[in-house]
C-alpha cells in the first residue's frame, strides 16, 4: 500500500498546514490594513471608491506613501508566502525529516512575521532585508531537497 503523505496523521503535513495557514492568514491581514490605511488617508485608487459626496474634495490615487507601504509589503507577502506553500506541498511528498521541516516551516513563518512588522514600524535596514532573505532561504532550502532527493 502506498504511502499517505497528506493526512493528518503525517506529522510534517500536520505541521505544514498549521505554518502555511497561519502564513497565508498573516498575509491576508496585511491586506485588511492596506484597506485601513486607504480609509485613514483618503487615499483610494478607483473613484468610484470614494463616496459620491466626496468626490469633488478627494481624488484618486496611488502615491499615497503610507498606503503605498503596506501595499509593498503585501505583495512581498504574495511573492513569498505562495512559493512556499507550492514548495512546500512538494517538499512533503519527499518525506523529510520531521524535525527538519518543522523548522523550515517556523523559521519560514516567524521571518515573515518579522518582516511585516519590520515593514510597517518601520524599523531600520538591513532587519527587513534579513527577514525576507531568511525566509526566501528556506524556500529554496526545501526546493533544493526536492531536487535532489527528485535526480
Known amino acids: ?37 486607504r480609509f485613514r488617508k483618503n487615499a483610494f ?24 507601504r503596506v501595499r509593498r509589503n503585501h505583495l512581498n507577502d504574495i511573492e513569498n508566502i505562495i512559493p512556499f506553500v507550492l514548495i512546500g506541498f512538494c517538499y512533503i511528498a519527499c518525506n523529510p525529516n520531521a524535525t527538519l521541516a518543522l523548522w523550515h516551516f517556523r523559521i519560514f513563518f516567524f521571518s515573515r512575521l518579522f518582516h511585516t512588522f519590520a515593514y510597517q514600524i518601520p524599523i531600520r535596514q538591513p532587519s527587513r532585508a534579513l527577514a525576507f532573505l531568511v525566509g526566501f532561504v528556506v524556500t529554496v532550502s526545501m526546493a533544493a531537497q526536492i531536487l535532489f532527493q527528485v535526480y
Open 45 to 68: 485608487a478607483n473613484p468610484e471608491d470614494i463616496e459620491p459626496e466626496k468626490r469633488k474634495t478627494i481624488q484618486a490615487t496611488t502615491s499615497d506613501s503610507d498606503v503605498e
Open 1 to 37: 500500500m502506498p504511502t499517505l503523505y497528506y493526512t493528518l496523521d503525517n506529522t510534517v503535513f500536520r505541521n505544514f498546514l498549521f505554518y502555511a495557514v497561519a502564513s497565508t492568514l498573516k498575509m491576508m491581514i496585511v491586506s485588511l490594513l492596506t484597506i485601513r490605511q
